[in-house]
């Protein structure tokens, strides 16, 4: 059993910067690509980030891209999302997820253990 545990949210002017954490418990979890995804008011689940196992892969959506960066801790079991650059539609619940495999993708199906989730709100 893997549980994750999301942290960092919260309420930032925008333009401003937050930085989310997700701590796994497992001792497994350098095996395992991690992602993140997130759900706005009103839309469904969409992918954030994704990472593979030893880092060395790396996956953003377009909506991101350049503001925002994935990366993960295997000796503290801890995957990151550091956002900066943020804007008003990037408020929502962000979600990070252990994927199945050492390597990863942007499709949910891919993914068989998730966080609560952490709220992030940017004010205009």
């Known amino acids: 059993q893997v549980q994750l545990v999301e942290s960092g949210g919260g309420l930032v002017q925008a333009g401003g910067s937050l930085r989310l954490s997700c701590a796994a418990s497992?001792?497994?979890?350098?095996?395992?690509?991690m992602g993140w995804f997130r759900q706005a008011p009103g839309k469904e689940r969409e992918f954030v980030a994704a990472i593979s196992w030893s880092g060395g892969t790396i996956y953003y959506a377009d909506s991101v891209k350049g503001r925002f960066t994935i990366s993960r801790d295997n000796a503290k079991n801890t995957v990151y999302l550091q956002m900066n650059s943020l804007k008003p539609e990037d408020t929502a619940v962000y979600y990070c997820?252990?994927?199945?495999?050492?390597?990863?993708?942007?499709?949910?199906?891919?993914?068989?253990?998730w966080g609560q989730g952490t709220q992030a709100t940017v004010s205009s």
């Open positions: 497992g001792r497994m979890f350098s095996m395992y690509g």
């Open positions: 997820a252990k994927a199945r495999r050492a390597v990863v993708g942007n499709n949910e199906s891919e993914y068989d253990y």
